[in-house]
């Protein structure tokens, strides 16, 4: 049993900053990567940012340059610091976790999704 527990997501104005955090617990092996997703009403899911192993990170381009995906690994804990934000950023947003559990089984899990309201 693996659980992604998020936090941070409300309503900023234009411009505002905001943290995202997100904690892995549970029958966890090891982490491959974890990451951020978001969803907008009408629209698909899309990847934010990710972090892999050896802190490889990968960024949407619509958020470089504005957000920074961080991760602590001894807390197996991925944070998004997300400035400069924009109207468009208004979404849901998931946390990501492609592990390995206890009994050797690799499968990327996710969170229950926190909601970032980007509005003056």
């Known amino acids: 049993q693996v659980q992604l527990v998020e936090s941070g997501g409300g309503l900023v104005q234009p411009g505002g900053s905001l943290r995202l955090s997100c904690a892995a617990s549970g029958s966890i092996f090891s982490i491959n990567a974890m990451g951020w997703y978001r969803q907008a009403p009408g629209k698909s899911r899309e990847l934010v940012a990710t972090m892999a192993s050896g802190d490889r990170t990968n960024y949407a381009d619509s958020v470089k340059g504005r957000f920074t995906i961080s991760r602590d690994n001894a807390k197996n804990t991925v944070y998004l610091q997300m400035n400069s934000l924009k109207p468009e950023d208004t979404a849901v947003y998931y946390c990501?976790?492609?592990?390995?559990?206890?009994?050797?089984?690799?499968?990327?899990?996710w969170g229950q999704g926190t909601q970032v309201t980007v509005s003056s």
């Open positions: 990501n976790a492609d592990l390995v559990t206890t009994k050797r089984v690799r499968y990327a899990y």
